[in-house]
């Protein structure tokens, strides 16, 4: 069964450090998602993307975060400085076209920053 | 702007016993709404959803839900829990306005006695 892959599971980084987190989607699909989960809280949606543009993005979305679609099989989430509040779990989740259609999420990457 | 709740933060049952998982909704349409289930250091992995029609649907693992619209609720149900179905247990809303981002509830952590 397809499914989404994530790199790495865990990456500790210093306070104001530049972090990439990568996604692998599920091949035919092409809405990609970025969702986080702060430790014991909800899991937060980020962003989407769809032909190669940011299709939504939420309030937590802001400047020091984007994201890139660098060649046909990759996701990536980039975090240009690193704050402490960004340490949580980072999901990242695929689906087909249709607005009901199911995201499938990743197993996540913690991003621990210190 | 749509929102989940899930009242119970940690339920505990014996194995074979029944389980009912509580969400309610608030969203001013007919939402659709997603039950998902995150085992110790896995993904979000998605157990059933609704999107129209019969509101009684099925899933995996043996996992029914129903959605009541009077009541604004999508109980999760399971006739005899196994002690593999101990996890956490996210509840998710999306909307048809062509809207992607779904709102997740804050979690139902099952604990399974033997």
């Known amino acids: 069964e397809p499914e989404v892959t994530q790199t790495p599971s865990h990456q500790v980084t210093q306070m104001g450090q530049e972090v990439i987190l990568r996604c692998v989607p599920i091949?035919?699909?092409?809405?990609f998602y970025w969702y986080r989960q702060i430790l014991g809280q909800k899991v937060e949606f980020l962003v989407s993307f769809y032909n190669n543009e940011i299709s939504e993005k939420s309030e937590i979305f802001d400047d020091q975060f984007s994201v890139e679609r660098p060649d046909g099989s990759n996701f990536t989430l980039k975090i240009r400085s690193t704050k402490l509040e960004d340490s949580a779990m980072y999901f990242c989740?695929?689906?087909?076209?249709?607005?009901?259609?199911?995201?499938?999420f990743g197993p996540g990457t913690r991003l621990t920053v210190l | 702007a749509q929102s989940v709740t899930q009242p119970d933060i940690h339920i505990t049952v014996s194995e074979g016993a029944s389980l009912e998982l509580r969400c309610n909704y608030s969203y001013g349409a007919t939402p659709y709404l997603f039950w998902y289930v995150q085992s110790p250091g896995q993904g979000l992995q998605l157990l059933l959803k609704?999107?129209?029609?019969?509101?009684l649907v099925q899933g995996i693992k043996g996992f029914e839900a129903e959605f009541k619209r009077s009541q604004s609720s999508f109980n999760l149900r399971k006739p005899s829990v196994h002690w593999s179905d101990a996890a956490e247990y996210f509840c998710?809303?999306?909307?048809?306005?062509?809207?992607?981002?779904?709102?997740f509830g804050s979690g139902t952590r099952l604990q399974v006695q033997p």
């Open positions: 609704y999107f129209s029609g019969d509101t």
């Open positions: 989740a695929s689906s087909d076209v249709g607005t009901a259609d199911t995201q499938y």
């Open positions: 091949s035919n699909h092409l809405y």
């Open positions: 998710a809303v999306g909307v048809e306005t062509g809207r992607r981002a779904l709102t």
